[in-house]
Each structure stands twice: as C-alpha cells, then as structure tokens.
C-alpha cells in the first residue's frame, strides 16, 4: 500500500475489505512495474486496468456487480454515480468542488480510446507513437478520479444496508464514541432504499434496548430530537420504533422507555397507522395485560403517555393506541 501511495498517490480507504483492496494493489503493481520497464504503450493499459478495478469494486460493494462484458463507460459512469451521492465527514459537495469531479469522471472515460488506439496488449502491426505529454496527461486525469473515488469508497463500503445492520445486531460489534454516527451518515438514509431504511431502524433499535449506550445516543436519541423526515426519514423511523418493540425473534421487548421512545420518533409521520395496528396486534396476542415496569408509577405514567397521544395522533391511529394503553396499564394497587 505504502508503495502506492509514494508513487501514485493512492492510498487504501478505510473499512474497505481486503480481498476488494488487493485488486486495486495488484493493477498498481502492474502498472509500476510498465513504468519501470519503460513502456508507456502497457502503462496506459495498465491505468485503464486500475480505473476499472476501482469502478468494479464500487459496483460489487453496492450488489450490483458488472458483467464481465460491461463497457468501461458505462461502469465508470455509474460508479461516478454512486460515489458522487455519497456523504462523509470532510467530502466537498459544494456546486465548484463537485464540478471537478464530474470533470474528472469525463476525462477518465477517454482511457478506453487511449488504450485500444496507443495502449499495449493489441497484437499491432506497427507501434504506434506515443509523445511524453499523451502519457502525462493520461496520468493526470486517471489518477484525479482514482484518487477522488479511493477517499470516497471507504465511506461507501461503511455504509452498506447489509454490513451495518450485521455488525449492529448479528455480530453485536462495538461501536466506539462517534463511530455509528459516520456509518448512519455514509449510509446516506436520505437517498436510501425505503427497505435498507427500515432495515438499518430496526436494526438500532433491537442495539438499543441491549442497552448499548452509544447505539442509542447516536441513532435514537438525534432522531427523537428532530421532527426532520428528510435527515431521519420515514421508514427509518418505523423501523427504528419495531426495534424497540420487538427483538430478533419477534418477541416483546416493551418497557416505560421504548414504549415513549417509538411513539415520539413516529412522531413526525403522519401516515404509520397500519404499522400500528399490526404491531399492537401482535402485543395484545402476545402479551398478557400489566405494567411496563416494576415501578407502579412509572407503568401508570406511560399508559397515561399513550392514552394522551389519543388527542394528537391521526385518527387512524387512535384505536391501535387505545388498545396498547388497555395492554399496559397496571392492575390498581388496591
């Protein structure tokens, strides 16, 4: 990696998977190795080889891998595509910083007409020529992408629906300070499919009712702050309250604290009555009738919550949260 970045200025992103590292490092290898032979004809192969290697590993990561007979273009284009949308921390999005890239994505898709018209691994009757500026500027324009795609691809990779809802609930993976605030945000919720949205809530919310504090300060606690459905969107937030009703087995996890929790990150959404009913459905199959706690007032204090959601909740929603206050109120003291 090391030898990458001191030639090309390449260097490996963060979180990004080694067997998807290890092609990236194997064109370098390659390409450094043409240089080093002085033959520039394969070196513009070899960067159109590299270019590609990059743009392939951006489309596998998303699941959408190319064909092996995909064109260059096209799978350079769409990997621009999907790096161009992706958030994180210090990446410009500004309209003159994010003209540059667009630029560079243009040049870059010139390397396929380079390489069949000047590029080595052509069986050619002659050579053909090929000045020291043609190979400089393939050079610069190649790597402007590379390197603008390499800082955005570590962020990409964490952000991955699949990846992050397995480390939050299947392999239970520490999540240090600050640390799934940068994955929920590469996971660009915004722009996300309304599945991967619910998938990544309810994945939060089973983490935080394990009681993981810094699963609950970085994606339920900013979410029950705001009512932005742009920054906390809709189907993040149904997944999130399912999570903090039901685990991985489906089973009841309810307590005073999630049962405020769902209520105030639905909130916002206007239009989550069916959710509603099934879910209370499903408590009142399962569960039999009482508090939420062991602590009388506290149970008798939520069950109050909801019934009070009553005169603010959408009509369509009303008859679901009658049903759950009923389930969770206590039995009378006396």
């Keep these: 990696m090391d030898e990458l970045c001191d030639r090309f200025g390449i260097e490996r992103p963060p979180e990004l998977p080694d067997d998807h590292w290890v092609c990236v490092e194997r064109e370098g290898q390659r390409l450094k190795r043409s240089l080093e032979a002085d033959d520039a004809w394969q070196a513009l192969s070899d960067l159109k080889c590299m ?3 990059i743009a392939r590993i951006v489309l596998e990561i998303e699941g959408t891998p190319a064909t092996p007979n995909a064109s260059f273009d096209g799978i350079v284009k769409r990997a621009h595509e999907l790096l161009a949308r992706q ?18 994505n243009k040049i870059v898709l010139n ?3 380079i390489r069949n018209t000047y590029g080595g ?3 050619r009757a002659r050579t053909p020529i090929l000045k020291d500026e043609m190979v400089t500027l393939a050079f610069d324009g ?8 390499l800082r955005r691809l570590g962020y990409f990779s964490l952000g991955r629906p699949n990846a992050l809802v397995e480390d939050l609930v299947v392999r239970n993976k520490t999540f240090h300070s600050g640390k799934l ?14 599945d991967h949205q619910r998938s990544i809530g309810v994945a939060v919310g089973r983490r935080a009712m394990q009681g993981t504090f810094v699963v609950r300060r970085d994606g339920l606690d900013p979410c029950l702050e705001s009512d932005d459905l742009n920054t906390w969107p809709r189907d993040y937030r149904l997944g999130l309250a399912y999570g903090l009703w039901f685990d991985r087995g489906d089973r009841i996890t309810i307590t005073a604290g ?15 009555g069916d959710e509603l009913k099934e879910w209370v459905d499903a408590i009142v199959r399962i569960r039999n009738s009482g508090g939420v706690s062991d602590d009388w007032q506290e149970s008798r204090a939520v069950a109050d919550f909801v019934k009070s959601q009553l005169r603010v909740r959408p009509e369509q929603e009303k008859f679901a949260l009658q049903r759950l206050a009923d389930n969770i109120t206590p039995e009378p003291l006396f």
């Design 51 to 53: 270019v590609e290697s």
């Design 142 to 149: 190649a790597l402007l992408w590379s390197r603008w795609a």
């Design 181 to 194: 605030k940068e994955r929920l945000m590469a996971a660009n919720l915004p722009d996300a499919a309304e």
């Design 258 to 272: 999630s049962v405020r929790w769902a209520l105030g990150v639905l909130e916002p959404v206007s239009d989550c």
């Design 87 to 104: 958030p994180g921390h210090e990446l410009a999005y500004d309209t003159p910083f994010g003209n540059i890239a667009t630029q560079s």
């Design 111 to 113: 390397l396929a007409t």
């Design 121 to 123: 691994g052509h069986g």
